[in-house]
């Protein structure tokens, strides 16, 4: 199935809207189709690409970003009006931030600790069933601290300050 012709969850269909008709995105370039629908996706060399990076450049100076590499992901989620997206093809709403794992970190997630948890888990919906589980906290601490080469004591580190500090370590690097 080609990208343009995609089958979108109902949900997803109306988060579009909801992005395109915010205040916050005023004037970003985007197009429709013949049918009204919208043409989310666009690559960076065509013409509308470019017309977006050029948006997202005045938006960065209108907020006070400095142009560099990986701002266009900070500027999206400083002006996001939820911090929260919908799955193009579930409809699953999922946080912004980088809250779930990724197939490195998920396979040895699941082979430590003999579970089958999905790239769509929650990193704090992981912490609460592992624990559930009889995971131990300060075990489960020093592998999440462990994996994301933070500055943290396993033993006094707490649930949040871990995922926050996981986010961050993620979303920065």
Not at 2 to 19: D, G, P, S, T, V
Not at 57 to 65: I, T, V
């Amino acid at each position: 199935m080609a990208k343009n012709n995609r089958n979108w969850n109902a949900r997803f269909l109306k988060y579009m809207e909801m992005i395109v008709n915010n205040p916050n995105y005023k004037g970003l370039p985007i197009e429709r189709k013949k049918d009204g629908s919208l043409k989310w996706i666009a690559t960076a060399n065509s013409e509308i690409g470019q017309e977006r990076i050029e948006w997202a450049d005045k938006k960065a100076l209108e907020l006070g970003f400095k142009l560099r590499a990986g701002v266009y992901a900070d500027i999206m989620l400083a002006i996001h009006p939820t911090k929260w997206k919908v799955c193009q093809t579930c409809g699953k709403l999922m946080s912004l931030y980088y809250h779930y794992p990724n197939a490195n970190f998920l396979k040895a997630l699941n082979k430590t600790f003999h579970c089958e948890f999905s790239d769509c888990d929650h990193i704090s919906n992981i912490w609460d069933e592992l624990i559930n589980r009889g995971v131990r906290k300060e075990e489960l601490a020093k592998f999440l601290i462990s994996k994301g080469d933070l500055e943290l004591n396993y033993k006094t580190a707490e649930k949040d300050e871990i995922i926050d500090a996981l986010e961050y370590a993620c979303r920065k690097g």
